[in-house]
T-cell receptor, first 113, second 110 residues
Framework: DSGVTQTPKHLITATGQRVTLRCSPR?????VYWYQQSLDQGLQFLIQ???????AKGNILERFSAQQFPDLHSELNLSSLELGDSALYFC????????????FGPGTRLTVL | KNEVEQSPQNLTAQEGEFITINCSYS?????LHWLQQHPGGGIVSLFM???GKKKHGRLIATINIQEKHSSLHITASHPRDSAVYIC????????????FGQGTRLTINP
């Protein structure tokens, strides 16, 4: 158990819908990272937050957004969902922004029908 | 060409064999991570390296910064080692994002 929690574990929805994925980092970790793992693209970095502020952005679509709240939990919002958004979404956390180890949550499996 | 290349993509071995998985990268890095992903999907961080060698139980990870290459070794492999092993690198330009290899699917037969 990494100490990072993600909810829900599974999510099935329809095209065009909007969903919210939630992540709680390890106690004391200030950085949260979101990753997407699809069958054809592998693991890809989406976005990083540090202590409530966006720190780095990767291959995140404009239909996706994220935020980190004062209690340090983070939410990833996916809207206007398409079939291709079906993937595993992982959250990871680390103590700071420098070269620390990242601890991964169990992931949320999103299926868009 | 991907920034991070792993080989082999698939590896099947018998229990007890010595396993080597390779990772080559093309960019300057501040750290390299080895991750393990089990069939259920969860990802576990095995090692983070910036130089030299690290050992944890039957797992050994090495990195050669000059050659931009890292290896993950498993000694006395066991069926429970069956998983996907993923190499990921972190760049040097301040961003903390990880760039991932495509993974190596390891199957250890009893």
């Amino acid at each position: 158990d990494s100490g990072v929690t993600q909810t829900p574990k599974h999510l099935i929805t329809a095209t065009g819908q909007r969903v919210t994925l939630r992540c709680s980092p390890r106690s004391g970790d200030l950085s949260v990272y979101w990753y997407q793992q699809s069958l054809d693209q592998g693991l890809q970095f989406l976005i990083q937050y540090y202590n409530g502020e966006e720190r780095a952005k990767g291959n995140i679509l404009e239909r996706f957004s994220a935020q980190q709240f004062p209690d340090l939990h983070s939410e990833l919002n996916l809207s206007s969902l398409e079939l291709g958004d079906s993937a595993l979404y992982f959250c990871a956390s680390s103590p700071g922004t420098q070269y620390g180890e990242q601890f991964f949550g169990p992931g949320t499996r999103l299926t868009v029908l | 060409k991907n920034e991070v290349e792993q080989s082999p993509q698939n590896l099947t071995a018998q229990e007890g064999e010595f396993i080597t998985i390779n990772c080559s990268y093309s960019v300057g890095i501040s750290a390299l991570h080895w991750l393990q992903q089990h069939p259920g999907g969860g990802i576990v961080s095995l090692f983070m390296l910036s130089s030299g060698k690290k050992k944890h139980g039957r797992l050994i990870a090495t990195i050669n910064i000059q050659e931009k290459h890292s290896s993950l070794h498993i000694t006395a492999s066991h069926p429970r080692d069956s998983a996907v092993y993923i190499c990921a690198v972190r760049g040097t330009q301040g961003a903390q994002k990880l760039v991932f290899g495509q993974g190596t699917r390891l199957t250890i037969n009893p």
